[in-house]
Every structure is written in structure tokens, then in C-alpha cells.
Nanobody
Framework: VQLQASGGGLVQAGGSLRLSCTASGSIFSINVMAWHRQGPGKQRELVTSMASGGSTHYIDSVKGRFTISRDNAKNAVYLQMNSLKLEDTAVYYC???????????????WGQGTQVTVSS
């Protein structure tokens, strides 16, 4: 199983970016898909997650600015980031809890990370 993330880049404060991540390989089902980030000198943190049924979670600092969405048919997760702030600068990682067969337990998988840099 591989997770391929894309969409990072350099943007001015107040701007927007959309991250995409697609899972590929031997996939039976995907439960939770999420985005984590690690800023310079900071610990990695869970930013937002979305279960297969559609329930979502956001950390307080991104509520109202970031939106997670999924396309289950494409095994993809997206992160729309609006009103970006300097403190959103980080490497963003997508993750997914994936079953590779009906009898196997879900396992966590990480993408390679995509850099988001917000400038003043």
C-alpha cells in the first residue's frame, strides 16, 4: 500500500492551497483518513481526520479555515486550506487506516509528506 500526497507549495498569508492524497495497492477498505503536520521545531500533530462514514475532527487552530473531504471510490482524501497563516507552515502528511482483506485488521499507513510554506 502506498499513499501519495501532492499539492503543497509556497503561498502568501491569507491564501489557499488544496492538498490531495491517494492510496493505492492492495486495499480492501479504508476507515479513517487524516492529515498530520509537523512544523519547524514542533512536534507532529493530527490536524484533521475523516472516518469512512463522514464524521470529521479538526484541531481548534484550523476550524473554520480547513476542510477535509474524501472520495471513497478513488481512495483519496483532500485538504482544502483557506486563510492560511504563518503558523500553518509545516510538512503535511496524509495517513490512512487500511484493511487489505476482509479478515485482516486495519493498519496505519503514512504518505511521504508535502511541504506547505506560508509567507508574510
Amino acid at each position: 500500500v502506498q499513499l501519495q500526497a501532492s499539492g503543497g507549495g509556497l503561498v502568501q498569508a491569507g491564501g489557499s492551497l488544496r492538498l490531495s492524497c491517494t492510496a493505492s495497492g492492495s486495499i480492501f477498505s479504508i476507515n479513517v483518513m487524516a492529515w498530520h503536520r509537523q512544523g519547524p521545531g514542533k512536534q507532529r500533530e493530527l490536524v484533521t481526520s475523516m472516518a469512512s462514514g463522514g464524521s470529521t475532527h479538526y484541531i481548534d487552530s484550523v476550524k473554520g479555515r480547513f476542510t477535509i473531504s474524501r472520495d471513497n471510490a478513488k481512495n483519496a482524501v483532500y485538504l482544502q486550506m483557506n486563510s492560511l497563516k504563518l503558523e500553518d507552515t509545516a510538512v503535511y502528511y496524509c495517513t490512512a487506516s487500511i484493511r487489505q482483506s476482509g479478515s485482516s485488521p486495519p493498519r496505519g499507513h503514512w504518505g511521504q509528506g508535502t511541504q506547505v510554506t506560508v509567507s508574510s
